[in-house]
Antibody, heavy 119, light 108 residues
């Protein structure tokens, strides 16, 4: 069974840092691109970052560019999101999602991890 | 990139059909054929329902269908069922991903 499990969320002060992880199982991780998507309280989904299977390509939404870094360890079957200079508006549930094979969709999602930025 | 505009809510009785629109305001997003749709029950993982405008992943019921005309993509749910009550988001890829504003589907 294909599974994505996020972890690492929590309460952090404004300006602080946090590292999210996404552990995957049930598929050949290195052959799929991965994304991070978030949902702020009462808001819709927002794509924030993409990484190709070979890690050669990484892209970011303007809202997090320069503050967040996406990475992956294919040997450990894990995806990461390093978040720094956190702001109140980064408060959200963060989801990792697998890129659809041969398409630009997100075909499998985790259940999310909650990040709260507050003093 | 600008957002994709969806109606805030749509509703229908069991067995009826509902259609959710997703309108782009820019040519890059509007010209993309990489439109996908996601169903999201609050507190759960979102689920892919349609990709590449009209393709249905394995396991998604065939009462879910997608289409696109000009700058507007649409998701139609035929034969509405109670379990279809959820939030639905369109998403377009044009160099980056842009999600729609989201639509709450209510089954009366």
């Amino acid at each position: 069974e294909v599974q994505l499990v996020e972890s690492g969320g929590g309460l952090v002060q404004p300006g602080g840092s946090l590292r999210l992880s996404c552990a995957v199982s049930g598929f050949t991780f290195s052959t799929y691109s991965m994304k991070w998507v978030r949902q702020a309280p009462g808001e819709g989904l927002e794509w924030i970052s993409y990484i190709s299977g070979d890690t050669d390509t990484k892209t970011y939404a303007d809202s997090v560019k320069g503050r967040f870094t996406i990475s992956r360890d294919n040997a450990k079957r894990s995806l990461y999101l390093q978040m720094s200079s956190l702001r109140a508006e980064d408060t959200a549930v963060y989801y990792c999602a697998r890129g659809g094979f041969g398409s630009y969709s997100m075909d499998v999602w985790g259940k999310g991890t909650t990040v709260t930025v507050s003093s | 990139q600008s957002a994709l505009t969806q109606p805030r809510s749509v509703s229908g009785s069991p067995g009826q059909s509902v259609t959710i629109s997703c309108t782009a305001t820019s040519s890059d997003v509007g010209g993309s054929d990489f439109v996908s749709w996601y169903q999201h029950h609050p507190g759960k993982a979102p689920q892919l329902m349609i990709y590449d405008v009209s393709q249905r992943p394995s396991g998604v019921p065939d009462r879910f269908s997608g289409s696109k005309s000009g700058y507007t993509a649409s998701l139609t749910i035929s034969g509405l069922q109670a379990e279809d009550e959820a939030d639905y988001y369109c998403c377009s890829y044009a160099g980056g991903y842009v999600f729609g504003t989201g639509t709450k589907v209510t089954v009366l």
